[in-house]
């Protein structure tokens, strides 16, 4: 039913646009067309909390066993919801799969989908790491778990967030910041992967899941503070991205929305964000060996040519055009940028320089740029809130709550 008014909301939606008297009533359907369909995604049953939920692959258990452990109230379903076990505490198990199907200690159950319903306050313990919420268990065609954990937004946010921010910059204003952002690509990743089992896989970059173990008092508060806030635009969620330091200007996001430049006035003014690294041609040709660009035989040609093909306004890198003997590339900025080890290159904001045998880089700021700059956010956060600061680095955006926090 609520993909029916979905669909109804969001069709009144585009026809009540072409009025400009009737903006506001169009941005308080699209709000709540794009709520239902996040519950529609979420497959929520009626006693569950009104928060949409997310499905994450846990892939660290993606093997033929694991261990299970639960403190609290469950219930082991099967594929038709039939209640197979029930109880409120289960003792540390091994989980197996067989050729008949799935064994639990002395148990077995049969081969299909497993469903363990957890209480609210229950937590439970999948080969030693704590995790709340329902966990979904199918068998792979090569007889592996796969194991997916089905939790609120929040509370997945909330063990997310803080490993995205340096700890050399970390405080709540950061944190919020960051619950926002990640709060918005958790609802447009439920969006975009409705349909899929799972959303996110647990080692997604910057989103490393590791249930209860990667939440802090601290992260909880960032959540709990800016709960149910998103940031929109023109009506949508997207991909909010974000870097460490911008040299002085952020550059045009990828993808949709693109947003503009803007000027970062802690970086701009920051001497200590430029750095020069020289490196020999025959490094780099080491590199694009090792990143399987070019092969061992190449990797002997004397000719290296790297030319630069397209700058933004600012004189970031944004293409690339490399050429080893015949083999021909073209890289952005920030992927040729990420090629070399160890912040040799740290941003894909940078000049060259052909030198004997080699180049000199020289450049400012840290990452690529797109999106929310951490350390003018950081600076920013002393005088201004995070809901300023993000419309500050998404010009367009805004903020806006689509649920409290139950
Ligand atoms: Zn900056």
Not at 268 to 278: G, I, K, R
Request: hydrophobic share 40%.
């Amino acid at each position: 039913m609520d993909q029916h008014i979905f669909h109804i909301l969001a069709k009144l939606s585009i026809v009540s646009f072409k009025s400009i008297h009737w903006q506001h009533h169009c941005i308080v359907i699209l709000q709540i067309a794009l709520f239902l369909s996040f519950h529609a995604c979420s497959n929520r049953s009626p006693e569950e909390s009104n928060m949409p939920f997310i499905k994450i692959w846990l892939k660290n258990l993606f093997l033929q066993q694991c261990w299970i452990e639960i403190a609290g109230e469950y219930e082991i379903q099967s594929q038709s919801g039939k209640v197979l076990q029930h109880g409120k505490k289960l003792e540390k198990k091994r989980l197996q799969i067989r050729s008949s199907g799935w064994t639990l200690g002395g148990d077995e159950f049969q081969k299909d989908r497993l469903l363990i319903h957890l209480a609210p306050d229950a937590i439970i313990k999948l080969s030693d790491v704590p995790y709340q919420g329902d966990i979904i268990l199918q068998i792979s065609d090569d007889q592996k778990i796969i194991a997916i954990n089905k939790i609120s937004i929040e509370n997945y946010i909330a063990s997310v967030i803080q490993q995205q921010i340096p700890p050399e910059i970390l405080n709540i204003a950061l944190l919020q910041i960051h619950a926002i952002m990640a709060r918005t690509q958790a609802l447009f990743l439920c969006h975009t992967e409705q349909k899929n089992a799972f959303q996110i896989a647990s080692d997604a970059p910057d989103f490393n899941y590791s249930g209860l173990l990667s939440q802090s008092n601290l992260s909880k508060k960032a959540v709990q503070s800016t709960a149910g806030m998103v940031l929109l635009y023109q009506n949508n969620v997207f991909q909010p991205r974000y870097h460490f330091a911008c040299g002085g200007y952020t550059t045009p996001m990828e993808g949709s929305p693109s947003f503009f430049s803007v000027c970062c006035p802690h970086c701009l003014q920051n001497q200590d964000l430029s750095w020069q690294s020289a490196i020999s041609a025959a490094t780099i040709q080491q590199i694009l060996y090792r990143a399987n660009l070019i092969t061992l035989q190449e990797i002997k040609s004397t000719s290296l040519k790297i030319q630069v093909l397209q700058k933004d306004e600012h004189q970031r890198v944004l293409s690339i055009h490399l050429q080893v003997g015949n083999k021909v590339f073209h890289l952005s900025g920030w992927e040729m940028a990420k090629l070399f080890p160890d912040n040799t290159l740290p941003s894909n904001y940078f000049t060259m320089k052909m030198i004997d045998h080699g180049l000199i880089f020289e450049g400012r700021g840290i990452g690529h740029g797109m999106g929310l700059c951490q350390y003018g956010a950081f600076a920013l956060s002393e005088k201004h809130l995070p809901i300023e600061i993000l419309q500050f680095y998404f010009p367009g955006a805004y903020v806006t709550r689509l649920w409290k926090e139950n």
